[in-house]
T-cell receptor, first 112, second 113 residues
Protein backbone atom coordinates (compact mmCIF):
# COMPACT_ATOMS: atom_id res chain seq x y z
CA UNK A 1 0.00 0.00 0.00
CA UNK A 2 1.30 3.46 -0.87
CA UNK A 3 1.96 5.82 2.02
CA UNK A 4 -0.24 8.48 0.42
CA UNK A 5 -2.93 7.63 -2.13
CA UNK A 6 -4.91 9.91 -4.38
CA UNK A 7 -7.27 9.43 -7.30
CA UNK A 8 -5.22 10.62 -10.28
CA UNK A 9 -8.28 11.97 -12.11
CA UNK A 10 -8.57 13.93 -14.28
CA UNK A 11 -11.54 15.71 -12.81
CA UNK A 12 -13.16 17.74 -15.57
CA UNK A 13 -15.55 20.35 -14.15
CA UNK A 14 -17.25 23.46 -15.54
CA UNK A 15 -16.42 26.89 -14.25
CA UNK A 16 -18.35 27.66 -11.09
CA UNK A 17 -18.65 24.04 -9.99
CA UNK A 18 -17.69 22.67 -6.61
CA UNK A 19 -15.18 19.85 -6.64
CA UNK A 20 -13.72 17.70 -3.86
CA UNK A 21 -10.59 15.58 -3.68
CA UNK A 22 -9.80 12.96 -1.10
CA UNK A 23 -6.52 11.47 -0.06
CA UNK A 24 -5.71 8.58 2.29
CA UNK A 25 -2.51 8.00 4.20
CA UNK A 26 -1.21 4.84 5.79
CA UNK A 27 0.96 6.02 8.67
CA UNK A 28 -1.15 6.71 11.74
CA UNK A 29 1.83 8.49 13.34
CA UNK A 30 1.74 11.24 10.70
CA UNK A 31 1.65 14.60 12.35
CA UNK A 32 0.82 17.27 9.82
CA UNK A 33 -0.69 17.55 6.40
CA UNK A 34 -0.65 19.86 3.43
CA UNK A 35 -2.15 20.42 0.03
CA UNK A 36 0.22 21.61 -2.69
CA UNK A 37 -0.66 22.77 -6.15
CA UNK A 38 1.51 21.99 -9.16
CA UNK A 39 1.04 23.54 -12.59
CA UNK A 40 2.29 21.73 -15.66
CA UNK A 41 6.11 21.68 -15.78
CA UNK A 42 6.35 23.89 -12.69
CA UNK A 43 7.39 23.31 -9.10
CA UNK A 44 4.88 22.37 -6.36
CA UNK A 45 3.60 25.35 -4.38
CA UNK A 46 2.03 25.24 -0.96
CA UNK A 47 -1.73 25.76 -1.20
CA UNK A 48 -2.66 25.27 2.42
CA UNK A 49 -1.89 23.39 5.58
CA UNK A 50 -4.55 21.05 6.93
CA UNK A 51 -5.47 21.38 10.59
CA UNK A 52 -7.37 18.93 12.77
CA UNK A 53 -10.31 21.29 13.15
CA UNK A 54 -10.53 21.92 9.43
CA UNK A 55 -9.59 25.20 7.82
CA UNK A 56 -10.74 27.47 5.06
CA UNK A 57 -8.90 29.88 2.79
CA UNK A 58 -11.25 31.73 0.48
CA UNK A 59 -12.80 29.19 -1.89
CA UNK A 60 -10.67 26.34 -0.53
CA UNK A 61 -11.56 24.18 2.47
CA UNK A 62 -9.34 21.43 3.85
CA UNK A 63 -10.37 18.79 6.35
CA UNK A 64 -8.60 16.04 8.21
CA UNK A 65 -10.11 12.83 9.56
CA UNK A 66 -7.48 11.16 11.73
CA UNK A 67 -9.65 8.20 12.66
CA UNK A 68 -10.13 7.23 9.01
CA UNK A 69 -6.75 8.60 7.93
CA UNK A 70 -7.96 10.77 5.12
CA UNK A 71 -7.65 14.38 4.07
CA UNK A 72 -9.95 16.29 1.78
CA UNK A 73 -9.81 19.46 -0.28
CA UNK A 74 -12.96 21.24 -1.41
CA UNK A 75 -12.86 23.94 -4.08
CA UNK A 76 -15.94 26.09 -4.46
CA UNK A 77 -16.81 28.27 -7.46
CA UNK A 78 -14.04 26.76 -9.61
CA UNK A 79 -12.07 29.11 -11.85
CA UNK A 80 -10.20 28.31 -15.04
CA UNK A 81 -7.03 29.23 -13.17
CA UNK A 82 -7.66 26.40 -10.68
CA UNK A 83 -6.69 23.90 -13.39
CA UNK A 84 -3.63 22.12 -12.01
CA UNK A 85 -2.52 18.98 -10.22
CA UNK A 86 -3.23 18.93 -6.49
CA UNK A 87 -0.78 17.03 -4.34
CA UNK A 88 -1.72 15.60 -0.98
CA UNK A 89 1.29 15.74 1.32
CA UNK A 90 1.89 14.11 4.66
CA UNK A 91 4.65 15.25 6.97
CA UNK A 92 6.26 12.66 9.21
CA UNK A 93 8.76 14.10 11.64
CA UNK A 94 11.82 11.89 11.58
CA UNK A 95 13.30 13.55 14.63
CA UNK A 96 16.01 15.29 12.65
CA UNK A 97 14.19 16.97 9.82
CA UNK A 98 10.59 16.87 8.82
CA UNK A 99 10.17 14.56 5.89
CA UNK A 100 7.35 14.98 3.38
CA UNK A 101 5.65 12.12 1.56
CA UNK A 102 3.82 13.19 -1.58
CA UNK A 103 0.84 11.65 -3.26
CA UNK A 104 1.09 11.38 -7.03
CA UNK A 105 -1.55 14.07 -7.41
CA UNK A 106 -5.08 14.61 -8.66
CA UNK A 107 -5.43 16.50 -11.89
CA UNK A 108 -8.17 19.12 -12.17
CA UNK A 109 -9.30 20.64 -15.45
CA UNK A 110 -11.80 23.48 -15.21
CA UNK A 111 -13.58 24.26 -18.48
CA UNK A 112 -15.80 27.04 -19.80
CA UNK B 1 8.75 35.31 0.27
CA UNK B 2 10.99 32.29 0.43
CA UNK B 3 13.33 32.10 -2.52
CA UNK B 4 14.87 28.77 -3.52
CA UNK B 5 17.07 29.03 -6.59
CA UNK B 6 18.33 26.13 -8.65
CA UNK B 7 21.32 26.76 -10.86
CA UNK B 8 19.89 25.47 -14.14
CA UNK B 9 16.41 25.01 -15.59
CA UNK B 10 17.55 22.61 -18.29
CA UNK B 11 20.70 20.50 -18.44
CA UNK B 12 21.92 17.90 -20.91
CA UNK B 13 24.80 15.62 -19.96
CA UNK B 14 26.35 12.40 -21.22
CA UNK B 15 26.41 8.96 -19.64
CA UNK B 16 29.30 8.60 -17.22
CA UNK B 17 29.75 12.33 -16.59
CA UNK B 18 29.85 13.71 -13.06
CA UNK B 19 26.95 16.13 -12.71
CA UNK B 20 26.46 18.86 -10.11
CA UNK B 21 23.08 20.42 -9.37
CA UNK B 22 23.17 23.46 -7.12
CA UNK B 23 20.49 24.90 -4.89
CA UNK B 24 20.53 28.08 -2.81
CA UNK B 25 17.89 29.37 -0.38
CA UNK B 26 17.74 32.84 1.12
CA UNK B 27 15.59 32.28 4.21
CA UNK B 28 18.15 30.85 6.61
CA UNK B 29 16.27 27.53 6.64
CA UNK B 30 17.85 24.66 8.53
CA UNK B 31 16.47 21.89 6.32
CA UNK B 32 17.12 21.31 2.64
CA UNK B 33 15.95 18.50 0.38
CA UNK B 34 16.53 17.02 -3.06
CA UNK B 35 13.73 15.19 -4.90
CA UNK B 36 13.24 13.78 -8.33
CA UNK B 37 9.86 13.71 -10.03
CA UNK B 38 8.91 11.21 -12.70
CA UNK B 39 5.55 10.64 -14.42
CA UNK B 40 3.32 8.29 -12.45
CA UNK B 41 5.76 8.11 -9.54
CA UNK B 42 5.37 11.53 -7.98
CA UNK B 43 8.11 13.18 -5.97
CA UNK B 44 10.67 10.89 -4.40
CA UNK B 45 13.17 12.02 -1.80
CA UNK B 46 16.83 11.48 -2.68
CA UNK B 47 18.69 13.11 0.21
CA UNK B 48 18.06 15.72 2.83
CA UNK B 49 20.10 17.81 5.22
CA UNK B 50 19.08 19.28 8.56
CA UNK B 51 22.25 21.27 9.24
CA UNK B 52 25.54 22.28 7.69
CA UNK B 53 27.67 19.23 6.90
CA UNK B 54 24.83 16.91 7.96
CA UNK B 55 23.01 14.70 5.49
CA UNK B 56 20.64 11.77 5.52
CA UNK B 57 19.56 9.36 2.83
CA UNK B 58 16.06 9.61 1.52
CA UNK B 59 14.13 6.91 -0.29
CA UNK B 60 16.26 6.62 -3.44
CA UNK B 61 19.87 7.69 -2.68
CA UNK B 62 21.63 5.17 -4.94
CA UNK B 63 23.79 6.84 -7.57
CA UNK B 64 23.67 10.23 -5.82
CA UNK B 65 25.59 12.10 -3.19
CA UNK B 66 25.15 15.53 -1.62
CA UNK B 67 27.17 18.30 -0.08
CA UNK B 68 26.20 21.03 2.37
CA UNK B 69 29.19 23.17 3.22
CA UNK B 70 27.16 26.32 3.86
CA UNK B 71 23.70 26.69 5.35
CA UNK B 72 22.21 28.31 2.28
CA UNK B 73 23.58 25.89 -0.31
CA UNK B 74 22.80 22.22 -0.94
CA UNK B 75 24.38 20.41 -3.87
CA UNK B 76 23.29 17.17 -5.50
CA UNK B 77 25.96 15.15 -7.25
CA UNK B 78 25.47 12.39 -9.78
CA UNK B 79 28.75 10.53 -9.50
CA UNK B 80 28.51 8.81 -12.89
CA UNK B 81 25.37 9.82 -14.72
CA UNK B 82 23.19 7.14 -16.26
CA UNK B 83 20.20 7.38 -18.58
CA UNK B 84 17.80 6.29 -15.80
CA UNK B 85 18.70 9.49 -13.97
CA UNK B 86 16.98 11.56 -16.62
CA UNK B 87 14.32 13.35 -14.62
CA UNK B 88 13.05 16.60 -13.13
CA UNK B 89 15.06 17.43 -10.01
CA UNK B 90 13.52 19.65 -7.34
CA UNK B 91 15.23 21.28 -4.39
CA UNK B 92 13.28 22.40 -1.33
CA UNK B 93 13.93 24.03 2.02
CA UNK B 94 12.06 24.36 5.29
CA UNK B 95 12.49 25.84 8.72
CA UNK B 96 13.85 23.67 11.49
CA UNK B 97 11.64 21.68 13.81
CA UNK B 98 8.77 19.43 12.93
CA UNK B 99 5.69 20.01 10.86
CA UNK B 100 6.98 22.77 8.62
CA UNK B 101 5.98 23.00 4.95
CA UNK B 102 8.68 22.91 2.30
CA UNK B 103 9.30 25.53 -0.36
CA UNK B 104 10.53 24.47 -3.76
CA UNK B 105 12.86 25.82 -6.40
CA UNK B 106 11.83 25.96 -10.06
CA UNK B 107 13.34 22.57 -10.80
CA UNK B 108 16.07 21.33 -13.13
CA UNK B 109 15.07 19.16 -16.06
CA UNK B 110 18.09 16.91 -16.54
CA UNK B 111 18.57 14.74 -19.60
CA UNK B 112 21.31 12.11 -19.70
CA UNK B 113 22.18 10.97 -23.22
Amino acid sequence: RKEVEQDPGPFNVPEGATVAFNCTYSNSASQSFFWYRQDCRKEPKLLMSVYSSGNEDGRFTAQLNRASQYISLLIRDSKLSDSATYLCVVNRNTGTASKLTFGTGTRLQVTL
Amino acid sequence: DVKVTQSSRYLVKRTGEKVFLECVQDMDHENMFWYRQDPGLGLRLIYFSYDVKMKEKGDIPEGYSVSREKKERFSLILESASTNQTSMYLCASSQGGGNQPQHFGDGTRLSIL
